[in-house]
DNA sequence: CATCTAAGTAAAGTATACTTTACGTTAAGT
DNA sequence: ACTTAACGTAAAGTATACTTTACTTAGATG
């Protein structure tokens, strides 16, 4: 799974410290999903596409069968 | 958050076992989701969506600011 | 150089998603 | 009455999402 996170926050023109108050998570968690670190949980998926104007299946890139964790 | 899952479910005439094997989780799985014990993960909730032939915001109704848990 | 901001890493802890196993219930068929 | 299918509950265990704290690094600016 990819995901225009960073590609959305930039061209929004905020940080990772600002758009993680509009989500109300840590900067830390920001940054880690970013990086690909982890992958968002459904609410937190939805928040981040509502602040970005976009869908979901926008914001994130699934590839072929991919692991449940 | 609702789901919509059992009634795409049932809409679409398959059983929760039918459902978990299409989605490679447990039955247990499948049961909890649609009784709301907890909300999938992105990817679960994905393959769900495209099993049903929907989007994740058709299959889910966020409701406002909810917990990101 | 000193300082500030934005981005990053690392590690330990908590919460929750998901699995597995086993058992209970209800309705339909024989 | 017995069986089978489909749905459901409960509990214990594992994996991962997310938090918190603390430290680092690179770039810009006085």
Avoid: W
């Avoid at 758009?19 to 968690?29: E, F, G, Y």
């Amino acid at each position: 799974m990819k995901t225009l996170i960073k590609e959305k926050r930039t061209e929004m023109n905020i940080t990772q410290e600002e758009l993680s108050k509009k989500l109300k998570v840590s900067r830390q968690t920001v940054i880690s999903l970013e990086k690909g670190k982890y992958k968002p949980s459904l609410v937190l998926a939805h928040k981040l596409a509502q602040t970005f104007g976009c869908t979901i299946e926008e914001l994130f890139i699934f590839e072929g069968d991919e692991n449940i964790e």
